[in-house]
């Protein structure tokens, strides 16, 4: 097959400095390190996308992306508001909400949490009736003044299916002949669910009618309204747009309830990526003193060659050839490596018996080949600008110089 000289020679150099001492010994080492840096680039950030993945899953897909409130405490129209907000192309879903803070009682503990008026025939395809663990979301519609809350949360107050827990009110209050008291109902548990996050613990849901009448509201007890988009991220888009057509509503973006947490996993995520290319950088950089080293042994070949007339650019590219031999194999083998643990990782813990995530829960991993392809052309620049210099002082060598001393 035919080569370039430069290439072929480069070739050669790379496979003739195998076991050759200290030089050897660097060259080797630069390898693992480059095969280490990508493979631990490669299983972190694919395991930090999925964490990122399953949190945009899990938040998002209960957090209401946009909130449409009104000025007053009753939104009357809100079947014809929900129609044409539902016309609009980037808007999936639209329910009716209310939201509370109380406080959530049984016979043995209490405990603060958020109520969440809704109406179970528009919540389908929320994530909670997805992640029901005993009865049914649709059970509040059957039965009056019911309640469904969070396996964590059932826990703590040592409660199950059937059982009575007490909300009250501690921000509405009632006239009574013993003075100012809470409002305050009795509710039936009629289904517990289990989302595996914080939700699980501070939120409970009622029928929408049930909080109306908890609040001493009239109506269905409508105030707000949920909307789901096909992209999260189009949120102010969509915002921007429903503000000129209903000036007299508020809209409300995840991004100001969530945003900070989603940024802050996004910092997180770049300090992850710094941290391990400069792992990578590192190894990288070790094959400057690799080939340093073999520049200087073959100071006798290389001015050999430049009196056959070989120029500079030529030798040049023999050493660029030789350390991005070494950088190529690095990556292959790092990105094989990367891709094997990254793949069988639960199955790696399993067997050590590590559970990071509680039990029962293995860890969400994204293996993304966009994120592979930017691993593999960053380890190969990283190399490719590692063997400048010593291309460079190679092609300084003066052969008179050199070959009147041998």
Do not use: C
């Amino acid at each position: 097959m035919f080569q370039p000289v430069s290439v072929y020679i480069g070739l050669k150099y790379s496979r003739s400095s195998q076991g050759k001492g200290f030089v050897s010994f660097i060259t080797f080492f630069s390898i693992i390190g480059i095969v280490l840096g990508v493979a631990s680039l490669i299983t972190v950030v694919s395991v930090m996308d999925g964490l990122e993945r399953e949190q945009k899953r899990r938040v998002l897909g209960l957090v209401p992306h946009i909130l449409v409130s009104a000025q007053q405490t009753h939104i009357n129209n809100w079947r014809d508001l929900q129609r044409d907000i539902l016309a609009l192309p980037d808007v999936t879903q639209v329910t009716p909400f209310q939201e509370s803070e109380a406080l959530i009682q049984s016979k043995t503990a209490l405990q603060g949490v958020l109520v969440h008026g809704i109406m179970p025939e528009f919540e389908q395809h929320n994530i909670i009736n997805m992640a029901m663990e005993y009865g049914q979301l649709s059970h509040l519609d059957t039965q009056p003044f019911s309640l469904v809350l969070g396996q964590a949360l059932a826990r703590k107050l040592n409660v199950s299916l059937g059982d009575v827990v007490r909300l009250t009110l501690p921000n509405k209050t009632l006239f009574t002949p013993m003075g100012r008291v809470p409002v305050h109902r009795t509710f039936t548990i009629v289904g517990i669910f289990n989302v595996g996050s914080q939700v699980d613990e501070a939120m409970v849901f009622i029928e929408i009618k049930d909080g109306a009448k908890l609040h001493r509201n009239k109506g269905d007890g409508v105030n707000q309204l949920r909307l789901y988009l096909d992209d999260a991220f189009n949120a102010q888009q969509v915002i921007s747009q429903l503000s000129a057509k209903y000036p007299n509503f508020q809209f409300v973006s995840w991004q100001e309830s969530q945003g900070a947490l989603f940024a802050a996993v996004s910092m997180e995520k770049n300090m992850m990526w710094l941290m391990l290319s400069l792992i990578v950088a590192v190894a990288a950089f070790n094959i400057v003193s690799a080939l340093v080293m073999v520049v200087i042994d073959k100071q006798g070949e290389i001015s050999i060659l430049q009196t056959l007339g070989l120029d500079r650019s030529g030798i040049v590219k023999i050493f660029i050839t030789q350390g991005l031999t070494n950088g190529i194999l690095g990556v292959i083998l790092g990105v094989t490596l990367g891709v094997v643990i990254t793949l069988n990782l639960n199955a790696i813990f399993g067997l050590l018996g590590v559970n990071l995530l509680g039990a029962g829960q293995q860890l969400p991993i994204a293996l993304d080949p966009v994120n592979i392809l930017v691993i593999v052309v960053s380890a190969l620049a990283m190399s490719f600008v590692a063997t400048l210099y010593p291309a460079y002082r190679a092609a300084q060598t003066q052969p008179a110089e050199v070959l009147r001393n041998e």
